[in-house]
């Protein structure tokens, strides 16, 4: 997939970030295709052991100029762990998709949405910033690519971060029809680093 045209600044025009938790999965590649035919950049925060599991999809994403981050090892709820198994759950899928992709992450999205200071402080030993978002989905309830594309299209703003899960089929059928809507109503579909302005994450901060 060729780059975009010519860099995105989102201080001039109106940018999106449409992020996928949870992969790889079984139709990340269905995904990677339809996203690459529209010319739109995403950002997926990955799961350690689904890495290992479809290390070639993990590629995919890298190679087709997505952005990557951290979803821990095993979706633990981090917030319910020790200090020490929060890092190694970091640490460990750090080391994983590095292995898969030549790419170390340096973002980071807690499962759930849980995190504390003590998720954050992890984070930052990590060398990982922390992804939140201003918009959930909740697709993986809906299950319904109908209704998944209404409350995409209801909660798209301009520099908003948008809450998706590439594992829900539901949601990856719904993404051709989702995409051409946003294009018409003038968005640019770009990563979280491109939205943050080119700024790079800073380790154990919190954004979004």
């Not at 890092?87 to 499962?111: N, S, W, Y």
């Not at 989905?137 to 908003?160: C, E, M, N, P, Y």
């Not at 809507?181 to 943050?196: A, D, I």
């Amino acid at each position: 997939m060729p780059a975009q045209a010519a860099p995105v600044d989102c201080a001039r025009v109106k940018c999106l970030a449409l992020t996928f938790d949870d992969g790889p999965g079984a139709h990340t590649p269905a995904l990677l295709k339809t996203l690459a035919k529209a010319r739109a950049k995403a950002t997926f925060f990955l799961v350690g052991k689904r890495v290992e599991e479809r290390p070639e999809i993990a590629r995919q994403i890298v190679a087709r100029g997505h952005a990557i981050g951290n979803h821990t090892y095993s979706h633990a709820e981090l917030t319910a762990r020790l200090d020490g198994d929060i890092l190694d759950e970091l640490k460990v899928t750090q080391e994983v998709i590095e292995k898969a992709t030549g790419r170390r992450p340096d973002m980071f999205r807690p499962p759930y949405g849980r995190t504390d200071e003590r998720v954050l402080r992890a984070a930052g030993e990590a060398g990982l910033s922390e992804i939140l978002w201003t918009h959930t989905t909740l697709d993986w309830s809906l299950k319904d690519t109908a209704k998944i594309k209404a409350t995409v299209l209801k909660q798209a703003r301009r520099d908003g971060v948008i809450l998706m899960h590439d594992v829900v089929p539901q949601t990856v059928r719904a993404m051709p029809g989702i995409l051409k809507e946003l294009r018409k109503r003038g968005y640019h579909l770009v990563t979280v680093p491109v939205l943050l302005r080119g700024e790079r994450p800073k380790p154990g901060v919190s954004y979004f």
